[in-house]
């Protein structure tokens, strides 16, 4: 079986076996195509949602996870320090206006200002890890 | 017993059981070297993700005009609750599915889906729509669009 992934690692197609005669060989060929051959007994469990490919050893991983909480309570005046991947994308989700705004953030630690009582959502985006999204709610 | 095969120059044929290979009518015969079978050459797969897909499979060769190739898509959307099956036309190499449309009140939201077949390939494109400012959330589509070309004698 052979999984077909973008310059970063992420799956983006696969072709089950029996491969047809001369597949991996025309696929070689084809220079700006990047693909690994692995054994797999269930094609479709192969998923580019939790899985991606290491593009130094050519092997299929699971995507990491970010290691947060789904939920924090804080009070207003208060902050909330969280750690993330460096360089990571911060999308702020505003339910009422449904709005979104992406920040990107060089730093690994985050600072929150509760400043307004509400429920906020942010999603936090860092290739291979998996999306990550924490409700905080400032009462 | 009636004869079952013949083998000769102009090829093999078996019929079912009872009807004579030697006099019996084309509907009778459980193979006949006279057609092509006709079966799946390539059997792939493209990863929808999110609100939009762009992707191109190739076939790892070149037929003389694009196959007949199904498509097929198990749920794993908010609005989709049924397996889809699509299969290209002769006629049309590029074509349009409307995977699924849900209507709230004022409120919409629906999956396009555009394939197209050529020689060398397949391309899947995939876009959600929602009428965004009305405050209604798009959907998103996940998991694996199957894809299998049919040749005749693969």
């Known amino acids: 079986m052979i999984v077909f992934y973008k310059e970063n690692g992420h799956i983006y197609a696969t072709v089950f076996d029996p491969l047809p005669k001369g597949y991996k060989e025309a696929m070689e060929k084809d220079k700006s195509i990047n693909f690994i051959e692995v054994t797999s007994d269930m094609p479709l469990e192969i998923d580019g949602g939790t899985q991606y490919v290491d593009v130094v050893e050519k092997v299929l991983n699971n995507r990491p996870t970010i290691d947060l ?4 309570n804080i009070n207003v005046g208060e902050s909330l ?3 993330i991947p460096e360089s990571s994308i911060l999308i702020f989700h505003d339910s009422k206006f449904m709005t979104e705004t992406l920040v990107e953030c060089s730093d690994g630690l985050v600072e929150l200002d509760g400043e307004m009582p509400d429920t906020y959502e942010i999603t936090i985006q860092k290739w291979p890890y998996i999306d ?5 709610n400032v009462t | 017993m009636a004869n079952r ?3 000769d120059v102009n090829g093999l044929l078996v019929s079912k059981p009872t009807f004579d290979v030697l006099t019996t009518t084309e509907n009778n015969l459980l193979f006949s070297s006279d057609y ?3 079966g799946f050459s390539f059997k792939g797969a493209i990863q929808l993700t999110g609100y939009s897909t762009n992707e191109y499979l190739s076939f790892g060769k070149t037929f003389t005009t694009p196959p007949y190739v199904f498509f097929m898509y198990s749920p794993s959307s ?3 609750t049924t397996e889809m099956w699509v299969i290209n036309q002769a006629s049309a190499q590029n074509f349009r599915s409307m995977y699924s449309f849900y209507v709230a009140g004022s409120n919409y939201r629906y999956h396009l889906l555009d394939f197209t077949v050529s020689v060398d390939g397949v391309t899947v494109v995939y876009n ?3 009428n ?4 209604f959330p798009n959907a998103a589509l996940t998991g694996w669009m199957t894809v299998m070309a049919t040749e005749y004698n693969p």
């Open chain 1, 69 to 72: 909480q789904d939920e924090y």
């Open chain 1, 81 to 83: 320090s969280i750690n």
């Open chain 1, 132 to 136: 990550k999204t924490i409700r905080i």
């Open chain 2, 5 to 7: 095969v013949l083998l």
């Open chain 2, 36 to 38: 092509h079978k006709l």
């Open chain 2, 78 to 80: 908010l609005d989709i």
């Open chain 2, 128 to 130: 959600s729509y929602t």
């Open chain 2, 132 to 135: 965004m400012s009305s405050g």
